[in-house]
């Protein structure tokens, strides 16, 4: 079992940056994917950004070259630093992490923290 918590989360102006950290208790592993979802209230939950050891990354188009998904493997951390924020990336974001057993797959979610963009 994995724990997942987010933090950095808060109220910024337009045109703001942000810092989003995501720990999990326990490593995280050469075959696990750290992903950051969002959820604006009346809206469905999306993907905002993923990451794999691997290296492969993906983004939602709405947040290319405005946001960097990371990591820091020695720390159990994964990172999404939101840079020239809009009013529209208000939402609650949640980290989840993928795990790829022998014979099944596992998702862990934070309980998620809110990002809030407003002048």
């Known amino acids: 079992q994995v724990r997942l918590e987010e933090s950095g989360g808060g109220l910024v102006q337009p045109g703001g940056s942000l810092r989003l950290s995501c720990v999990a208790s326990?490593?995280?592993?050469?075959?696990?994917?750290m992903g950051w979802y969002r959820q604006a209230q009346g809206k469905e939950r999306e993907l905002v950004a993923a990451?794999?050891?691997?290296?492969?990354?993906n983004y939602a188009d709405s947040v290319k070259g405005r946001f960097t998904i990371s990591r820091d493997n020695a720390k159990n951390t994964v990172f999404l630093q939101m840079n020239s924020l809009k009013p529209e990336d208000t939402a609650v974001y949640y980290c989840?992490?993928?795990?790829?057993?022998?014979?099944?797959?596992?998702?862990?979610w934070g309980q998620g923290t809110q990002v809030t963009v407003s002048s």
């Open positions: 989840k992490l993928t795990g790829y057993g022998s014979s099944a797959e596992y998702n862990y």
């Open positions: 326990r490593r995280i592993f050469s075959n696990n994917v």
């Open positions: 990451l794999s050891t691997g290296g492969r990354i």
